[in-house]
């Protein structure tokens, strides 16, 4: 069984630029979720889909950060424009449902830099 | 705030000891709580995990042990390898929700 992909795995850019995160999950998984990890931290979620419907994104910083997951797939996480804090390794992870297990497979996670 | 605390950030054991990390969580409403395990440069995986109706879950070399009443938990490698050398993360959820992380703690096996 394939894992969860992720792309691109490392990312340059210059602060108030723009960036793209993309994730495909494991096949048949209903639950995705995107996490920020910062150096140092743990990974902190930033937003919750269950299919294509955001069920949590109360700590995603919506001025700056948007995510999409259209057809209840494949996901996207942007940022626009990128500010130096955003510097971290973004995580997506996926699981088969909300109820269920509870463990979520993760991505090998894109690592930003923002200069 | 953090939810989920692992105040070692690190810990040294020699191969074939016993290597034990602790985690502290404060929301009694966690109901699930698992450890991760991440090597440089990849996603965590997943290790084990207990629900909060039990005190004990054993895989293999792997056991993780919960206390409720004292918002515990800890996992015990027995007996350490090299390999087993990474961080380790703690991690806690409301049953159908998102992951509450700790800082982790870097465990290094010697031989």
């Known amino acids: 069984e394939a894992g969860v992909a992720q792309s691109p795995r490392y990312k340059i850019i210059e602060k108030r630029q723009s960036v793209a995160f993309w994730c495909n999950p494991i096949s048949g998984h209903a639950t995705l979720y995107w996490y920020q990890q910062i150096l140092g931290q743990g990974p902190k979620l930033l937003i919750q889909f269950q299919n294509n419907g955001v069920v949590d994104d109360s700590q995603l910083p919506k001025d700056r950060f948007s995510a999409e997951r259209l057809k209840g797939v494949d996901s996207t996480l942007k940022i626009q424009p990128a500010k130096l804090e955003d510097s971290a390794v973004y995580l997506c992870?996926?699981?088969?449902?909300?109820?269920?297990?509870?463990?979520?497979?993760f991505g090998p996670g894109t690592r930003l830099t923002v200069l | 705030d953090q939810q989920v605390k692992q105040n070692s950030p690190s810990l040294s054991v020699q191969e074939g000891r016993i290597s034990i990390l602790n985690c502290d969580y404060t929301?009694?409403?966690?109901?699930?709580f698992l450890w991760y395990k991440k090597y440089p440069a990849e996603g965590p995986t997943f290790l084990i995990s207990i629900s909060s109706i039990k005190d004990k879950n054993e895989d293999g070399r792997f056991t993780v042990f919960l206390n409720k009443s004292a918002k515990h938990l800890s996992l015990h490698i027995v007996p350490s390898q090299p390999g087993d050398s990474a961080v380790y993360f703690c991690?806690?959820?409301?049953?159908?929700?998102?992951?509450?992380f700790g800082k982790g703690t870097s465990l290094l096996v010697t031989p």
């Open positions: 929301n009694s409403m966690f109901d699930y």
């Open positions: 992870a996926s699981r088969p449902g909300l109820a269920g297990g509870h463990e979520q497979f």
């Open positions: 991690a806690a959820s409301p049953s159908g929700y998102a992951l509450n």
